[in-house]
């Protein structure tokens, strides 16, 4: 995990991973030529006040000041590397914060619609996007700084070897039940972090619904408010009490055990002092051992604790990398064109059954729509029918069966290009917090930003009369998450959709998914003779709750649970008599 950290750091900024490597060398020398040039100073000066024979107010010796001034400069040096260190880190933070969102949200647009749909999936995400951006700098920040103590402590060991061989054996030794505390509790931290994904995702979720505007109007109404930032507070509370649990445990057990390291360092103290006061070591020496052991068990305390850290950023970095190698499933499909253009679109015995789902959502669909007809879908909520539209745009694939376009099964088909030939307008479709010419643009994102094609589709959608009394028009903000954003009717949002549709100008096959919902009769009558229109050399969908529109269709499939009731024109269906003549007697008693 380290070796693949630091390969993301590299690819990052060369250069600055080169100039923190090196800063961090020099760091770790520094404070051992610090610590041995103090003690020539201490030395010096008593040196000089024991066998001068000037009077007291006398300059010092120059020795003493070159020996200052060499320490002063050591000292500047080190202050200047950590600060550059510092600099270095901050840049690389942002860089690589930066790099990891992006391959998050680069492996997002790899992944199938059934994967975005499963909760297992989002927990990954959850976790790589909570933590992964900032533990792959965090790991080599502490292994660089690793290096660094290391360096620091075998220059700190040669100088107390001289001393005694059993200090640098204290001191190595001294930081040791602290780092088994940190690693033990490092592990629960991170199996705590994985367990409450699931609770985590729900307090986002509440947090989207209290504050976003799309949620407001109906949370105020009916007076959600309360409760659910209740419930965002339970979920906190749980949390937090697994979190101070493991916080009182954490430092209760490094506290104590961190005595030891206490204990270790003033009997060293001890033992120090008492060589000088026997004199068998100098002055100097002695303020040079003490100041080497202090700095040395911190040295030793910070390694450790990076090893710690490096074992828990690993632990973290694999939800990163977990979710980085979920599989994609492999895309064979190359054609850019099918065998027969004439054929147009077949859906042969296709079924589809939702993942963990009992019943499948369809069964045995058999239809055949040739290119200038248009087909209506109708039918009860959830009996398949924007299902059947997935399955058309290989956002899904048929459990059994197979659909072809021009003679050629869907899934040999090149992706891009099967998506290309196809312009879909669902009942969900997207509000985009952007600009107008942008929400129509989204239908072609080859031609995103072309202000004529967005005029062009805009009429062939209806959109044109309402957007050109906009003061902005087409440049108009929409939405109110930005500044001077304006909120469009449903009606108006349905027509911005249905333009976003008619974007797609290579597109032989038009659907409508509840296009119109939000439209009057007479607007949505409008609406569908335009498109019928302008769908007469191309294969048209519809899907409608409304049976004066479905009326216009060339062919009519009723969907029941899933599986095809009734099929053919509107004449043809009423004189069944069945379910599609039902349905539209009990619509037209409406009216009446």
């Known amino acids: ?139 080599i920040m502490r292994a660089f700084g690793l290096v660094q103590n290391a360096v620091s402590l075998v220059s700190f060991a040669v100088l107390l070897f001289s001393f005694s061989p059993w200090a640098v054996i204290v001191l190595l030794l001294a930081g040791v039940p602290s780092f088994v505390a940190e690693a033990k509790f490092s592990g629960d931290a991170f199996r705590l972090f994985r367990w409450r994904s699931p609770e985590t995702r729900m307090q986002n979720y509440l947090e989207t619904v209290i504050a976003r505007e799309d949620y407001a109007k109906e949370v105020k109404l009916y007076g959600l408010g309360r409760r659910l930032l209740d419930r965002y507070c339970d979920i906190f509370e749980r949390l ?133 007809m248009s087909l209506a879908l109708v039918g009860e909520n959830g009996a398949g029918k924007t299902t059947l539209i997935k399955l058309l745009a290989r956002l899904y694939v048929p459990t059994q069966g197979k659909i072809l376009l021009e003679g050629l099964d869907l899934n040999l088909w090149d992706a891009d290009v099967l998506r290309q030939r196809i312009g879909v307008i669902f009942q969900d479709f997207v509000r985009y917090q952007m600009l107008v010419g942008e929400n129509i643009g989204a239908g072609d994102e080859s031609a995103f930003e072309d202000e004529g094609r967005w005029r062009e589709a805009a009429e062939k959608g209806r959109a044109s009369s309402f957007i050109d009394t906009l003061s902005n028009g087409f440049q108009t903000q929409l939405g109110k998450w930005f500044k001077n954003g304006r909120e469009l009717s449903g009606g108006q949002w349905q027509k911005i959709a249905l333009s976003r549709a008619f974007m797609r100008s290579s597109a032989d096959i038009l659907v409508l998914d509840e296009p119109t919902a939000a439209m009057d009769a007479q ?27 479905v009326r216009m269709a060339d062919c009519i499939a009723v969907i029941d649970s899933g599986h095809i009731a009734e099929l053919g024109s509107h004449a043809e269906l009423m004189k069944k008599d069945g379910v599609y003549a039902r349905l539209f007697g009990l619509q037209a008693r409406g009216y009446r």
């Open 1 to 139: 995990m380290f070796q693949r950290a630091l390969l993301l750091l590299w690819s990052t900024s060369r250069v600055l991973t080169l100039a923190l490597a090196a800063l961090t060398l020099l760091s770790g020398g520094l404070p051992a030529a610090i610590a041995y040039v103090a003690a020539q100073v201490v030395d010096a000066v008593v040196h000089a006040s024991t066998h001068s024979v000037s009077t007291l107010n006398a300059a010092p010796s120059l020795p003493v000041i070159e020996l200052v001034i060499l320490e002063g400069l050591l000292v500047a040096t080190l202050s200047a590397a950590q600060r550059a260190i510092s600099f270095c880190q901050s840049l690389l933070r942002a860089q690589l914060g930066q790099r990891v969102n992006v391959m998050i949200l680069e492996k997002a647009l790899t992944l199938s619609l059934p994967q975005f749909e499963d909760s297992e999936f989002y927990d990954k995400l959850t976790r790589a996007r909570r933590e992964a951006s900032s533990r792959p700098l965090s790991l």
């Open 240 to 372: 937090y009490k697994e979190d101070r649990a493991l916080t009182i445990r954490r430092d209760s057990w490094g506290f104590i055990l961190g005595l030891f390291g206490v204990s270790a360092l003033y009997g060293a103290y001890t033992w120090i002092a008492l060589e000088a006061v026997e004199q068998l070591i100098t002055l100097g020496q002695m303020t040079m051992y003490l100041l080497l052991f202090r700095q040395g068990q911190s040295a030793v305390s910070a390694s450790l604790s990076a090893i710690g850290g490096i074992y828990e950023d690993q632990l973290y970095l694999s939800t990163l990398y977990e979710y980085l190698e979920t599989p994609v499933p492999p895309s064979t499909g190359i054609a850019f064109c099918g065998p027969d253009a004439s054929d147009g679109l077949r859906f042969e015995n296709v079924s589809f059954k939702y993942p963990d789902a009992e019943q499948a959502a369809l069964s045995n669909i058999t239809l055949h729509l040739k290119p200038g």
């Open 523 to 549: 607007a949505e009558a409008e609406v569908f003779e335009h498109f019928r229109h302008l769908a007469q050399d191309r294969m048209a969908i519809l899907i409608s709750h409304r049976f004066s529109t």
